[in-house]
């Protein structure tokens, strides 16, 4: 099981979760942030920081987001388990669900 970062943070992109992650494993895309599914620990440590509510344990992502658990998970496809965001910084690349979206608005 794992933790899922969902539509809130498309184009927002807080970083408030990746200072709380114990484990470094909170990737930074161009658009979103994404959590690595094999590199989680499920501690929660990221879901109360995150200042829109977007980050969610994978059972309890709202339905209307629900395509969101594949882009975290198929955003490692082609990246891997590099042990580590801090070592590679940001990706910059995105899931095609996020590159499909309008720009959002930060707040």
């Not at 994404?34 to 992502?61: Q, S, T």
């Amino acid at each position: 099981m794992t933790y899922v970062i969902a539509q809130p943070c498309v184009d927002l992109k807080d970083r408030a979760c990746i200072d709380e992650c114990p484990v470094d494993c909170i990737y930074e895309g161009d658009r979103m942030l994404y959590i690595h599914p094999d590199e989680c620990v499920d501690c929660g440590a990221c879901e109360p920081v995150c200042p829109v509510e977007a980050i969610f344990y994978e059972d309890d992502v709202p339905e209307e987001w629900a395509d969101y658990y594949n882009a975290n998970v198929e955003f490692f496809e082609e990246v891997g388990s590099p042990g580590g965001a801090a070592k590679i910084g940001v990706i910059h690349t995105d899931h095609a669900l996020i590159l499909a979206l309008p720009l959002q608005n930060a707040q």
